[in-house]
């Protein structure tokens, strides 16, 4: 939705409670949302969570967004943030070490070609909860480590850790894709 005079009217309705308003911001934004959320998820109900989050949030913080900024960016910040507070809240659902990454692979260049974004997201979401939210923050947003630890409240090795087992993980997932689909076509 581009950010002009109408989109402005929009979100000040939706400051001042009008539900037709909010609807019309939620759905627009819905898809954009859902695609930050489905990343830091396990899978789509729990992205449903932190989308509805996210515009709750939204819809209570209105009056913090400064016009003439991005939108989108504030939004996708306050997502981000709902993601990380949604893995606080279920942290003492999700299990402990997992020592499967020992073994370190290389992985081709030209694998990512062979692979869609939607099979990218669903190995990303298979990641264990501690090492999908780290590599989400480190590779996808490009938060530092510092920032990390800090968001997570945990070390700054440990997110760096996390993020060579999250990367170690993935190439993994890729490679056995790889074979899968290499048996299908061969």
């Known amino acids: ?13 939706c400051k001042k409670g009008n539900g037709t308003a909010q609807e019309e911001l939620y759905k627009s934004f819905y898809n954009y949302v859902m695609g930050i959320a489905l990343r830091y998820s396990r899978d789509r109900e729990e992205a449903i969570e932190i989308v509805n989050d996210g515009f709750f949030k939204v819809f209570t913080n209105l009056d913090k967004f400064t016009k003439g900024l991005s939108f989108k960016g504030w939004l996708r910040r306050i997502v981000i943030n709902a993601a990380i507070d949604y893995y606080r809240r279920n942290e003492k659902h999700y299990h402990g070490v997992d020592i ?4 370190q692979e290389y992985i081709p260049e ?3 070609d062979e692979i869609s974004e939607k099979e990218i997201i669903t ?3 298979e990641l264990p909860a501690s090492y999908r939210i780290v590599f989400n923050l480190y590779v996808i947003e490009g938060y530092k480590h510092e920032e990390i630890a800090q968001k997570l409240n945990i070390s700054v ?3 760096k850790s996390n993020l060579s087992v999250a990367r170690t993980k993935l190439q993994l997932a890729i490679n056995k894709m790889r074979e899968i689909k290499g048996k299908k076509h061969g």
């Open 123 to 125: 190995l990303i979401q």
């Open 1 to 13: 939705m581009e950010e002009n005079q109408s989109f402005y009217r929009l979100l000040d309705s």
């Open 110 to 112: 030209d694998v990512l």
């Open 100 to 103: 499967s990454y020992a073994k």
């Open 157 to 159: 090795g440990t997110s």
